[in-house]
Antibody, heavy 114, light 106 residues
Framework: EVQLVESGGGLVQPGSPLKLSCAAS????????LNWIRQAPGKGLEWVAS????????YYPDTVKGRFVVSKDNAKNTGYLQMNNLRSEDTAMYYC???????WGQGVMVTVSS | DIQMTQSPSVLSASVGDRVTLNCKAS??????LNWYQQKLGEAPKLLIY???NLQTGIPSRFSGSGSGTDFTLTISSLQPEDFATYFC????????FGSGTKLEIK
């Protein structure tokens, strides 16, 4: 069974960093892209990062480019989203999703507030 | 970026109804359109991928169609568990989502 489990969320102050993890199981993690998507409270979904199977290429929208860094450790079947210089508008539920956006984790909440 | 516009934003319907949800892309996205169902407090669940392919385990009352810029999700006979929010999603280029259609009980 494909499973993705996010962790690492919480309440942080503006300007702070935070690192999310996404533990994968039930499929060949090293052969798949990994994506991160977020959803602000009561709002729609926004793609925030993607990484290719071997981790050599990463992609971001302009809203997070230069602040967020996506990575994956294929030996640990785990993906990461390092978020730096967080802003109040980054407050959202963050989901990781497998390559074709077919399976998603349950999400982890990130709140940026002073 | 490709903008995805869903209509209607809210749809009221009854159990047993046939409903159609619409999604329009601002430019050609070929067949690369997915549909997701999201219930309150849950992660989105993939229903349809690449316009008309039913994800494993999804009931056959769900179907998708379209091409280019105009796409539809049809639920042939609404069940109580189908009342939720539905998002379309394009992955022809930088991924973008529609703003959702909330399907509510009439």
């Amino acid at each position: 069974e494909v499973q993705l489990v996010e962790s690492g969320g919480g309440l942080v102050q503006p300007g702070s960093p935070l690192k999310l993890s996404c533990a994968a199981s039930g499929f060949t993690f090293s052969s798949n892209w990994l994506n991160w998507i977020r959803q602000a409270p009561g709002k729609g979904l926004e793609w925030v990062a993607s990484i290719n199977p071997d981790g050599s290429s990463t992609y971001y929208p302009d809203t997070v480019k230069g602040r967020f860094v996506v990575s994956k450790d294929n030996a640990k079947n785990t993906g990461y989203l390092q978020m730096n210089n967080l802003r109040s508008e980054d407050t959202a539920m963050y989901y990781c999703a497998r390559g074709n956006f077919d399976y998603w984790g349950q999400g982890v909440m990130v709140t940026v507030s002073s | 970026d490709i903008q995805m516009t869903q209509s209607p934003s809210v749809l009221s319907a009854s159990v047993g109804d046939r409903v159609t949800l619409n999604c329009k892309a601002s430019q050609n996205i070929n067949k690369y359109l997915n549909w997701y169902q999201q219930k309150l407090g849950e992660a989105p669940k993939l229903l349809i991928y690449n316009t008309n392919n039913l994800q494993t385990g999804i009931p056959s009352r769900f179907s998708g169609s379209g091409s280019g810029t105009d796409f539809t999700l049809t639920i042939s006979s609404l069940q109580p568990e189908d009342f939720a929010t539905y998002f379309c999603f394009q992955h022809n280029s930088w991924p973008t989502f529609g703003s959702g259609t909330k399907l509510e009980i009439k």
